[in-house]
C-alpha cells in the first residue's frame, strides 16, 4: 500500500534525524512492543539475550556493574489472559567481566491490546511493567513503566511505536517520569522475513526534556524470522559519538510451547 511505504519512509527519516550523541548502558530488553499476545490460556516463553563488546569500562555509581563485554540473558514467561490482555514475568540474568552470573531482580507486566475488525491493520494499547532491580544495573530498588503501543500492520510491513514513559520509585534517586520512545520499522523480505531497524532514545524527564544534543539514542538493524515455529529477532545496535555503548548484540527468541 502506498500508505503504509509512506509512513515507513518518514518513520526511518525521523529515525535517521535523531540520532546523534551519547548513548546510556543497554537494559536486559532491548525490544518494540506490537499487537502481538498469547492466545488466552496459552503460556509464552521468550529468552532475550544481549552482549556488549565495547561499551562502557567504568561505573557510574557504587556497586554498578560496567556495561563492557556484559552478557545479559532474560527468560520471560507469559500468559493470555483473554483476547485483549497478556501478563508476563522477567526474570533477568546478567553476566559480568569476571564469569560470574547475578541475578538482577524480578519485573511484571500485564498487557492490553484493543480489539480490531478483521482487516483492521492499524492497533493499539498499553503495557505496564512493576518491577524490583538489583544495584548492580540500577540505583533504584522499584521500577514503574507505562508502555503505549500503537503501529500499522499488514503483510509487508510493520511499523510500531512506544512513547514509553519510566519512572524510578526508590527514595534516593528522582522520581519524574522519564521518556524514552522506541520504534521499529520492517518490510517483507522473505518467507517468514522481515528486515528493518528499531530506534531507542531516552530523551530526560517529563517537563524538562534534555536538549537535543544530550539525549541518548541507538539505532538498530534487525532481521525477524519465523524458522520452525520459533520466532526469532536478532539485531546490531550502534550507539553515536560519546555513546556508553559503542556496539550491541541482541536476540529474542520465542519458543513454541502450544
Given at each position: 500500500m502506498r500508505f503504509s511505504r509512506e509512513l515507513a519512509r518518514a518513520s526511518l527519516l525521523a529515525a535517521l534525524a535523531t540520532v546523534s550523541l551519547n548513548s546510556q548502558a543497554a537494559p536486559d530488553e532491548i525490544q518494540v512492543y506490537t499487537e502481538e499476545m498469547d492466545e488466552p490460556g496459552d503460556f509464552g516463553l521468550e529468552l532475550h539475550v544481549n552482549y556488549v563488546p565495547k561499551g562502557r569500562r567504568e561505573a557510574t555509581y557504587d556497586g554498578e556493574m560496567a556495561s563492557n563485554h556484559r552478557l545479559q540473558v532474560t527468560p520471560e514467561f507469559s500468559y493470555g489472559i483473554s483476547k485483549t490482555l497478556e501478563a508476563g514475568l522477567y526474570l533477568p540474568v546478567a553476566m559480568s567481566t569476571d564469569g560470574n552470573l547475578y541475578g538482577n531482580g524480578v519485573r511484571l507486566r500485564l498487557k492490553y491490546i484493543a480489539p480490531r475488525a478483521d482487516g483492521d491493520h492499524f492497533f493499539w494499547g498499553l503495557n505496564g511493567e512493576f518491577g524490583s532491580s538489583a544495584r548492580r544495573v540500577s540505583e533504584s530498588a522499584l521500577t514503574l513503566e507505562f508502555r503505549p503501543i500503537m503501529g500499522y500492520r499488514d503483510e509487508n510491513w510493520l511499523v510500531s511505536f512506544n512513547p514509553i514513559l519510566d519512572a524510578d520509585l526508590s527514595t534516593n534517586v528522582s522520581r519524574k517520569p522519564n521518556f524514552e520512545p522506541?520504534?521499529?520499522?520492517?518490510?517483507?523480505?522473505?518467507e517468514g522475513k522481515h528486515a528493518g531497524f528499531e530506534y531507542?532514545?531516552?530523551?530526560?524527564?517529563?517537563?524538562?526534556?534534555?536538549?537535543?544534543?544530550?539525549?541518548?539514542?541507538?539505532?538498530?538493524?534487525?532481521?525477524?524470522?519465523?524458522?520452525?515455529?520459533?520466532?526469532?529477532?536478532f539485531g546490531i545496535g550502534r550507539g553515536f559519538r560519546s555513546a556508553e555503548d559503542q556496539w550491541v548484540a541482541k536476540a529474542i527468541i520465542a519458543f513454541p510451547l502450544n
Open positions: 522506541g520504534l521499529k520499522v520492517t518490510h517483507r523480505v522473505g531507542y532514545g531516552e530523551y530526560g524527564p517529563v517537563g524538562h526534556l534534555l536538549q537535543g544534543d544530550e539525549r541518548t539514542h541507538y539505532l538498530y538493524g534487525v532481521m525477524d524470522i519465523d524458522l520452525h515455529g520459533f520466532d526469532i529477532n
